[in-house]
């Protein structure tokens, strides 16, 4: 079965529910987890979905299907997948900056917990002593990533604890006992370079001996996919080999048995997703074509946001001549999504699709100048099902407290 939509589908799909909508494709998530699997099979390996890339409620019980473990960045999170019939020790909450009660509570519910600063390792050692494994996430102080919001190791990042407190972090698992179960670094998305994952291995290779219990070194997530038509993605078979390399060298170098951890967001869920807007006006200015569609950074806010590239394509006359435009949103401030992109004839009516929008696109969309967030259909088996639906007008007031006026 082909895991790229096509044309037609995405069409009928707009049809029937209306735009603008995500639509995402579960045998292209099955093929991407499918592909980590492949490439990671010659050393223990355990991959969990960063569901912070898109928590519909059914890719992850999708992904529980196909056997991937979960990450989360907030307890709710974490209540998501519990929600979704993962197994509390197939679940990883990967945090920053929270109260201790949050960890307390993921304590209680029995789930992995990587810990992020001095403080709460602190009050860790102190409630749990050696009773509840835990892990540490680590600033290595290296750059990395596809711009500076989306990198998370430099030495000015506040995510995990500096290396350079290696000695305080020893004092305190010392003091308390502390179970150390694992190392945690996550660099950075976007990271297309082998080499910057090898280093963070190297440095775990160095702090093992440190760490009596550790049995599992995490590398984040971060795999790069390719937004452009010409970019390429994280060679992930290269990555797969290279860390297997290390594990057999840690085994022999300190005769113990190492699991590597991942956690991919964006590699599993970024190709699987298609947007869908609908042209409004188009309007000229000069040499300045815009094609204005139903949509803004309300519901897509990487373009504005990080400069990102989505491609975009207009299936509605997709073999007409190329002409450049500049695409726009209908938000009360500037949210162009691609300027003077060449894309074939645009005319008032059509659908524009942008390509790539797994990650990051309805998990970030909000409801900037009230409009509604969009519906999202999920294609499986060749059906198109509604798995998100559209705000409704109530959807605006629900939450507001109308005082007697
Ligand atoms: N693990 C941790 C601790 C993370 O903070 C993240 C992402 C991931 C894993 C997953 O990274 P991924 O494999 O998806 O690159 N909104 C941005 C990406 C920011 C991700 C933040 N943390 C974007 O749209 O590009």
């Known amino acids: 079965m082909s895991t790229i939509l096509s044309k037609e589908q ?78 509390p020790k197939n679940i990883l909450y990967t ?50 990533g596809g711009n500076l919001k989306i990198s998370t190791g430099h030495e000015k990042s506040k995510f995990g604890i500096p290396i350079e407190q290696l000695d305080k972090i020893l004092a305190l698992v010392a003091q308390q006992n502390i179970f150390i179960q694992g190392l945690h670094v996550h660099t950075g998305s976007e ?6 994952f090898m280093k963070v291995a190297d440095i775990f ?16 997530g971060g795999f790069k996919v390719p937004y452009k038509e010409d970019e390429i993605g994280t060679d ?72 990102s590239y989505h491609r975009i394509e207009n299936i509605s006359n997709s073999g007409a001549a190329k002409h450049p435009y500049t695409i726009v949103g209908n938000i009360c401030e500037t949210d162009t999504f691609a300027w003077d992109r060449p894309i074939s004839e645009i005319r008032e009516g059509d659908l524009l699709v942008f390509y790539n929008a797994g990650a990051y696109g309805f998990e970030m969309g909000s409801n900037y100048n009230s409009r509604f967030k969009p ?14 639906k559209r705000d409704s007008f109530e959807d605006l007031l629900k939450n507001q407290v109308e005082l007697p006026f």
Request: with cysteine.
């Open 236 to 307: 992930v078979p290269e990555l797969g080999a290279k860390v297997a390399e290390v594990i057999q060298k840690l085994k022999e170098t300190y005769n113990r048995n190492f699991e590597t951890w991942f956690e991919p967001g964006k590699f599993i869920v970024s190709e699987c997703g298609y947007f869908i807007t609908e042209v409004n006006v188009m309007k000229q200015s000069g040499a300045t074509v815009f094609a204005g569609v139903n949509s803004g950074f309300n519901h897509l806010i990487r373009p504005m946001f990080y400069d």
């Open 95 to 144: 945090s920053n900056g929270i109260a201790f009660s949050e960890i307390e509570e993921a304590v209680s519910l029995g789930v992995n917990v990587n810990i992020d600063s001095l403080s709460n390792l602190e009050k860790f050692g102190k409630k749990y002593g050696h009773s509840y494994p835990v892990g540490i996430r680590l600033r290595p102080n290296i750059m990395a």
């Open 10 to 87: 995405l069409t009928s799909i707009a049809n029937e529910y209306g735009t603008p909508v995500y639509v995402y494709h579960a045998e292209k998530i099955t093929e991407q987890h499918n592909k980590l699997k492949q490439a990671f099979q010659q050393s223990p390996t355990r991959f969990f979905y960063a569901s912070k890339a898109l928590t519909n409620i059914n890719i992850l019980k999708h992904l529980r299907t196909l056997g991937c473990d979960i990450d989360c960045s907030s307890i709710n999170e974490v209540k998501l997948a519990l929600y979704a019939g993962y197994d």
């Open 205 to 220: 290779f160095d702090l093992v001996p440190h760490f009596p219990e550790v049995s599992f070194l995490d590398l984040g």
């Open 375 to 388: 519906a999202q259909v999920l294609v499986r088996n060749g059906e198109a099902h509604l798995i998100g």
């Open 191 to 196: 990271i297309k370079d082998v080499s910057v």
